[in-house]
């Protein structure tokens, strides 16, 4: 986890202002006060001010008072922000009256924040699914320029670490888009190729996974693999991509010599891109579970500003650690 604390550190020297919207959720709090004892980033907390204090105090939090708190019913920028909200949406028809109700909620209050310049990014997820916090990010902050394809990656941190880079792994789409096509699926591996390296700092070796190795199966669901590797491969000449492969020759060695001789990929790989979000979101779960690894993430990648989700499933560290990538994506420090 030495890269954490390199993150931590970094952010610590140009601190941002990450809006933590699920401010009465007592994992997020936990996490508020850690970051805020630790001093790498400053926190919006997004709740009924008394509750927030109240739920902090009962917690036996002492540093939720270096937070801001900010309240959804009772906010001095809520005009503002939902004029702006009108001006987005008014291609979709969104009226004042709805964008008033909308406000109310923290996902869209923290994604206007952001719009309006008074936060610098989002970490939210631990109450909320991933589609909830993603819908007002897509709508309201959009994509990267050149980005069509939202995608979530996860910093897998294996016990073993004969795999990856010591232990190190990168996994993605495992947290947005079901059914990428091909041509998705290229935006989504170049996209992890580059959050490998500015924020794992390690030089991708990516794995295409599918069911087949090389064509040794016949299959639709092959093709688009097949497809999307050999786009990624133009798209991005400068990193090594290869596919399609199959889990196991992707990771072993052997399997890989045996299965995929001439590729420079096969046994090697240390990120995996998974052909449909089921595998990406089933297969990290399981690394996570059952292998006992450390799952940060999903990182999302190709939003217009940093916002990055989390598992309902998550534990306070994984929040932490989430805030102080995000910190860093709101400095450029990655
Ligand atoms: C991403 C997701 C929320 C999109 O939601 P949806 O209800 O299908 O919404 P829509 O298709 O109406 O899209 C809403 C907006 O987001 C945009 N959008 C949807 N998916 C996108 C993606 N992957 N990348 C970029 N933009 C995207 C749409 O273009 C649309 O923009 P618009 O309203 O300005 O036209 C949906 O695909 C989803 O729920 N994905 C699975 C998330 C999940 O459960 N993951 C597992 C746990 S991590
Ligand atoms: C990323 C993810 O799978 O989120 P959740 O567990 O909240 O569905």
Redesign the pocket.
């Known amino acids: 986890m030495e890269f954490i604390e390199q993150l931590k550190l970094k952010a610590s020297q140009n601190k941002k202002r990450i809006v933590l919207p699920e401010g009465l959720e007592e994992r997020t709090l936990k996490a508020a006060d850690t970051i805020l004892g630790e001093g790498f980033s400053e926190i919006i907390l997004i709740g009924n001010t008394d509750k927030v204090k109240a739920e902090a105090t009962k917690l036996g939090l002492q540093n939720i008072g270096k937070a801001t708190i900010v309240d959804p019913e009772n906010h001095d920028k809520i005009d503002a922000y939902t004029d702006m909200m009108v001006e987005i949406r008014k291609k979709?028809g969104l009226t004042k009256e709805e964008a008033v109700k909308l406000i109310k909620n923290p996902l869209f209050l923290a994604v206007m924040m952001i719009k309006a310049g008074d936060a610098d990014g989002e970490v939210a997820g631990a109450d909320n699914?991933?589609?909830d916090v993603?819908?007002p990010a897509?709508?309201y902050v959009?994509?990267a320029p050149g980005?069509?394809?939202?995608?979530?990656a996860f910093i897998m941190i294996l016990k073993d670490k004969e795999f990856g880079e010591d232990g190190m792994m990168v996994f993605a789409d495992?947290?947005?888009?079901?059914d990428p096509t091909a041509e998705e699926l290229a935006q989504i591996a170049v996209a992890t190729g580059q959050t490998t390296r500015a924020i794992a700092g390690f030089e991708p070796k990516i794995a295409m996974l599918s069911f087949s190795t090389k064509g040794s199966a016949k299959h639709d669901m092959v093709d688009k693999v097949v497809k999307a590797t050999e786009l990624a491969k133009a798209q991005a000449p400068d990193m090594k991509i290869d596919g399609e492969l199959q889990s196991d020759a992707a990771i072993i060695p052997a399997i890989g010599q045996k299965k995929a001789p001439d590729s420079e990929i096969a046994g090697q790989a240390n990120v995996l891109v998974f052909p449909t979000?089921e595998t990406g979101?089933i297969a990290y779960k399981l690394v996570q579970r059952m292998g006992h690894a450390e799952a940060i993430g999903?990182i999302l990648q190709?939003m217009a500003a940093p916002i990055n989700?989390l598992?309902r499933g998550c534990s306070v560290s994984d929040i932490v650690n989430l805030v102080a990538i995000t910190a860093n994506q709101a400095a450029g420090t990655v």
């Open positions: 979709k699914a991933t589609g993603l819908r897509f709508q959009k994509t980005i069509s394809v939202v995608s979530g495992c947290a947005v888009h079901p979000l979101n999903p190709g989700d598992s």
